[in-house]
């Protein structure tokens, strides 16, 4: 039995066991910094997180259990047993704001914090798949260079990274592949020595799971950059459920979701437009002729709040909504409280709800929406005699209750790329006709990671790619 096993409460396959030996080599190597640990859905890789933070505990390592999204968080954290939270939460802090000269819009400023772990620190990062090193900034907020990879790189400094994920699922949005679980990538741009140790043997499923059976041959083609026709086999399997239209598809998610919850099941689409669409037929079930959003909805946040702390892809139990709605701005808001699921469970939040998105087909303003909304900020604020340029301005601008308005859509069908990071007994899924004008590597790495998100049962609409 290897050192690492010692601190898990199973026995490792002879799988983990040697994933095991590279880790403790990497633990106590002074001189490597960066190890990538990969592994597909269901090999182990939460429990070889859970015994490897006991592990460097024990040789004198503080450990930092870090995620890519708040999902991913809550998730990590439940299972192994640690406080964890997101690398934006960790790394960044509030430090400034500046004009943007093109819109005159004022912008947040996050900037790194200094990091105060000792030198010994060892960060990790799970659902790394996630992470992305393309340069992104918002209308509103500025993260630091704006890319997520690098800037974490900086902040860690000589202090070691393990990036754990799985390379078969979505890369980030606008990217071919995940850089942070490409050990060519991150030698060639940020100059790391990187490791490697990867985790193949799958144990969540039965040898007679359908869900288990198509993420084997799905994964093979991505392995090989295979541009094959996407194939799905559902026949045979007790765990893949088809349906021939999309009503009797959500007709099936409402009945598991009246039986089970809604925290064991989760609807995926491909497209905003579709999640949109059945967001309402959902909602037209379970809350019969109410169009107007009430108690016990579930949402989805769509945009980090920093008013809140609450971060994108988080969930949101609605407990009150105000009857009535305030109209400021071309746009609708409404008073709520509720519950948000973070990585300590349910905490309370109060404020007001933008409720726009809630019935949009797409999860955004519009440039003239955001523009709007910031003038009547800027009008509310010189009404008070202040300017951009007052001392005030950043305490404004970070407090005002309608420019921090929650962003969210109704959370029960989302896109795969919200879904990911999480998993749920019961999947639904459909595959859009506008998938398959993606190239087909990109097609079997969505259906690999949107399968993937079901633990137990698997609920598919009909397509020509099943069979």
């Known amino acids: 039995m290897s050192s690492l096993e010692s601190f898990s409460p199973f026995t490792f396959n002879e799988d983990q066991k040697i994933a095991a030996g590279l880790l403790e080599n990497f633990i106590n190597d002074p001189v490597d910094r960066v190890l990538i640990l990969t592994g597909h859905a269901g090999t182990g890789k939460t429990s070889m997180i859970q015994a490897l933070i006991r592990y460097a505990q024990d040789k004198k390592h503080p450990v930092v259990l870090l995620a890519s999204t708040g999902r991913a968080a809550k998730v990590v954290a439940e299972k192994a047993g640690y ?17 943007d000269d093109d819109k005159k819009m004022k912008k947040l ?35 630091g260079t704006g890319k997520l990879l690098s800037d974490l790189f900086l902040y860690a400094g000589n202090k070691k990274v393990i990036f754990v994920g799985d390379p078969a699922q979505l890369p980030p949005i606008n990217t071919l592949f995940p850089p942070s679980l490409n050990r060519q990538y991150i030698r060639e741009n940020h100059r790391k020595t990187v490791a490697m140790a990867s985790l193949e043997q799958i144990m969540r499923h039965g040898h007679d799971s359908g869900i288990s059976y198509n993420n084997v041959q799905l994964r093979k083609a991505i392995a090989v950059n295979n541009q094959v026709y996407l194939k799905l086999k559902a026949t045979g399997f007790n765990d893949i459920k088809l349906y021939f239209n999309l009503d009797s598809l959500v007709s099936g998610y409402v009945s598991n979701i009246s039986e089970y919850g809604l925290d064991e099941n989760i609807f995926i689409t491909y ?80 404020g007001k ?60 069908a989302v896109t795969c790329h919200k879904a990911q990071g999480g998993e749920w007994e019961r999947a639904f899924v459909v595959f859009e006709p506008s998938l398959f004008m993606q190239d087909k590597v990109y097609q079997h790495r969505w259906a690999y990671t949107a399968i993937s998100r079901g633990m137990k049962e698997l609920h598919l609409l009909d397509n020509r790619c099943i069979f």
């Open 353 to 412: 709800l933008m409720e726009d998105l809630l019935y949009t087909r797409t999860p955004f303003l519009s440039n003239e929406q955001e523009w709007g909304l910031y003038k009547d900020f800027m009008v509310r604020l010189h009404q008070k005699g202040i300017d951009a340029k007052h001392p005030e301005f950043l305490s404004e601008l970070i407090s005002d209750p309608w420019l921090n308005a929650i962003r969210a859509r109704f959370g029960y």
């Open 271 to 350: 497209s905003n437009a579709l999640a949109n669409e059945v967001n309402l037929k959902v909602r037209a079930l379970l809350f019969p002729g109410k169009k107007v959003i009430r108690k016990n909805e579930l949402l989805m946040v769509v945009m980090n709040n920093y008013k809140f702390d609450i971060s994108n892809g988080e969930q949101i139990v609605i407990d009150w909504i105000d009857s009535r709605a305030e109209h400021r701005a071309g746009l609708n808001f409404r008073d709520f409280t509720g519950q948000v699921k973070d990585v300590n469970g349910y905490r309370a939040v109060s």
């Open 109 to 143: 400023v996050f900037k790194l914090r200094a990091n105060t772990s000792p030198e010994t620190a060892v960060y990790i990062v799970d659902e790394s798949s996630m992470i992305s090193d393309h340069k992104t900034e918002s209308v509103f907020i500025k993260f």
């Open 83 to 99: 406080s964890s939270e997101t690398v934006h939460k960790h790394i960044y802090t509030l430090q400034a704001d500046e004009t």
